[in-house]
């Protein structure tokens, strides 16, 4: 049986107090991290050492405290701070489950099977989140290693369950030596060194490679529509019109510095459903006058009371062809319009293929899965986000584009603009808080990758799926006592 370590209340406050602090410092703005790989170490302690129902119930709330918290730092001027529990909620929930499952084992089954448990029961947690929630894959652990670029390759084998488990066993280790001793799980911790010895290296190996395909010069166009513009079209979509010509002039210098595909950033501007002739029939003239491909994204006025809205893009080609309409996919739970069905339509230009997504689709592994499965090789996303998740949001699209070993550039509103190579490598930006034009040319070459995970899938987050649930038999035919800590 496991020695308790913690028999008065001081030291459980401390780890509750620890693991908190340790949250707000790993996720989202300015997160730290190095500090994902024992992040929930303090909280799987507390839940080793204290079996109450109320203690329970204690760590439950103070796991919502910390995410709200966490998620608060993404709030700045441009959004209210209503949404924050929305998404905080959820992600708590999700590390409670994990957690209380892993607690479960970790006295009934041993130590080292409620290390492995926490790993499995996380990744599938994120897996439900962001295949069948609106949650995208927003608090998903693998997302404190964007820094970490060859960690990130590991991406392409696995997807961001295969780094979710990984990350997450460091702090079920962590947990299991702190418990039960590190003789416990010392074969595991040497195991998991290796394994994360061999992935950093693969990583390096990867990132060792030239990306192949095709030269071509592709630019992005930040419109200068900013989010107060924007809530001014809530009422009326024609105030937005004394800004056309500078997008336009914007669009036009992308072309003038050599690009052949010119991207918009999403919702460039909104126009009524009379005025969406207007606006795409100049598009479509520069598109032709300037010899480019055209991704135009824009919005049109559904109703104004209340406003909604739908959220496109459209592309044209040089000869004046609209070559796909694509309407988002993955809403933001907040923002007024519906869902398009339809995947985007993968356009040959140049010798090369382009498909992409708008902003928050690319938070969801599936699309980046789908352009890549549909042929594409090169991905135009046009977004819009806000200080708070900047540059946190396109380097999780990042994250997407390495799985499936997809080129992107992402121009978007009021953060930083990026385009990748298929291996993440950021080959140009455009910083919101620059004296910039709102262009950026970069040239970049034009094919895809092949990677397991386009073959593979969500593989991982099925077999720890399968994992928890020989876990769950094994605990239903324990008898309710604690096990041996080996």
Same mark, same amino acid.
């Given at each position: ?16 107090? =620890? ?24 909280? @799987? ?26 998620v608060s730092k993404m709030v700045t001027s441009e959004i209210p ?76 084998? %696995? ?13 079920? @280790?962590?947990? =299991? ?31 060792? +490679? ?64 009379? &005025? ?95 352009? =890549? ?14 200080? &708070? ?11 997407? %584009? ?33 004296? &910039? ?5 970069? =040239? ?9 995970? %386009?073959?593979? &899938? ?26 041996? +800590?080996?």
């Amino acid at each position: 049986m496991s020695t308790s370590l913690y028999n008065n209340r001081l030291p459980t406050t401390f780890l509750l107090l =620890a693991g908190s602090i340790l949250i707000i410092l790993t996720f989202i703005r300015f997160g730290i991290g190095e500090l994902g790989w024992v992040v929930f170490a303090p909280m @799987l302690v507390f839940i080793h050492e204290c079996s109450k129902t109320k203690q329970k119930f204690t760590l439950f709330i103070t796991l919502v405290i910390a995410y709200i918290l966490a998620v608060s730092k993404m709030v700045t001027s441009e959004i209210p701070w209503a949404p924050a529990p929305m998404y905080a909620i959820p992600i708590a929930i999700e590390v409670f489950v994990s957690m209380y499952v892993a607690g479960v084992a970790h006295h009934r089954l041993g130590a080292r099977w409620g290390a492995y448990t926490f790993a499995s029961v996380l990744t599938v947690m994120g897996w439900i989140q962001y295949s069948f929630t609106p949650g995208a894959t927003w608090g998903i652990l693998a997302h404190t290693q964007q820094d970490n670029l060859p960690l990130v390759q590991l991406a392409a084998l %696995t997807g961001v369950g295969g780094i979710t488990f990984l990350v997450a066993l460091g702090s079920g @280790l962590a947990a =299991a030596a702190w418990s039960s001793g590190i003789k416990t799980v010392r074969k595991d911790i040497i195991a998991f060194g290796l394994i994360l010895l061999c992935s950093l290296l693969y990583g390096q190996f990867r990132l060792s +490679s030239t990306a192949p395909g095709k030269m071509i010069r592709v630019g992005g166009v930040i419109s200068p529509v900013t989010h107060t513009d924007f809530r001014s079209a809530y009422e009326n979509a024609d105030t937005l019109r004394r800004l056309d010509n500078e997008l336009f002039a914007r669009t036009e210098k992308a072309a003038e510095l050599g690009a052949k595909v010119v991207v918009w950033n999403e919702v460039a501007t909104v126009v009524t459903a009379p &005025g969406e002739e207007v606006l795409v029939s100049r598009a479509r003239e520069l598109a032709m006058k300037k010899n480019i491909l055209l991704c135009m994204a824009y919005g049109v006025v559904v109703s104004t009371h209340p406003f909604y809205y739908a959220n496109k893009y459209r592309i044209y080609l040089p000869d004046g062809t609209m070559a796909d309409e694509y309407v988002k996919r993955h809403p933001v739970p907040v923002d007024p319009h519906d869902a398009g069905h339809a995947h985007a339509r993968v356009i040959s230009f140049d010798g090369i293929k382009f498909s992409g997504g708008i902003c928050y689709d690319y938070s969801f592994p599936e699309i980046a899965y789908d352009n =890549a499965n549909d042929g594409a090789e090169f991905a135009l996303i046009p977004s819009s986000d806000w200080r &708070g998740i900047d540059p946190q949001h396109a380097l999780m699209a990042r994250m997407n %584009t390495v799985a499936v070993g997809l080129p992107m550039i992402r121009p978007v509103r009021a953060s930083t603009s990026i385009a990748c190579d298929q291996y993440g490598r950021i080959l140009g930006s455009l910083s919101w808080q620059g004296t &910039g034009d709102g262009v950026f040319v970069v =040239a970049m070459r034009g094919a895809r990758v092949p990677t397991l995970y %386009t073959k593979t &899938g969500e593989v991982i987050p099925l077999l720890a799926l399968a994992f928890t649930i020989l876990v769950l038999v094994l605990i239903l035919r324990q008898p309710r006592k604690f096990a041996s +800590s080996s």
